[in-house]
């Protein structure tokens, strides 16, 4: 499956954006999708992660309460909303998808990976 993501950018502390994947390719709904980050110096973590019903839903603790995974199987489409951002978000995000319907939240467990989306937030 190929996948394609969107939205990032800069933004101020307190705010919030919608990154957006696009994914073709393959069966959308044969796959649970996520979303990992990577900031400078740092090394790839997990982010959040979405059953392929959408119906169940994980996040990092990080990002809890303030993050929210979802996905449109019509679509082919899975995003991630970005409120009350940190500086510390400012990372490399990327979209993530593993086969079946379990997601994962394990790096290794990933069978295929988008091409990144910068997001930078500003203090």
């Known amino acids: 499956v190929q996948l394609q993501a969107s939205g990032g950018g800069l933004v101020q502390a307190g705010g919030s954006l919608r990154l957006s994947c696009a994914a073709s390719?393959?069966?959308?709904?044969?796959?649970?999708m996520g979303w990992f980050r990577q900031a400078p110096g740092k090394e790839r973590e997990f982010v959040a992660a979405?059953?392929?019903?959408?119906?169940?839903?994980y996040y990092a603790d990080s990002v809890k309460g303030r993050f929210t995974i979802s996905r449109d199987n019509a679509k082919n489409t899975v995003d991630l909303q970005m409120n009350s951002l940190e500086p510390e978000d400012t990372a490399v995000y990327y979209c993530?998808?593993?086969?079946?319907?379990?997601?994962?939240?394990?790096?290794?467990?990933?069978?295929?990976w988008g091409q990144g989306t910068k997001l930078t937030v500003s203090s």
């Open positions: 993530a998808a593993n086969e079946g319907s379990q997601a994962t939240t394990y790096i290794y467990g990933i069978d295929y």
């Open positions: 390719g393959r069966t959308f709904g044969d796959y649970s």
């Open positions: 979405i059953g392929w019903s959408g119906g169940s839903t």
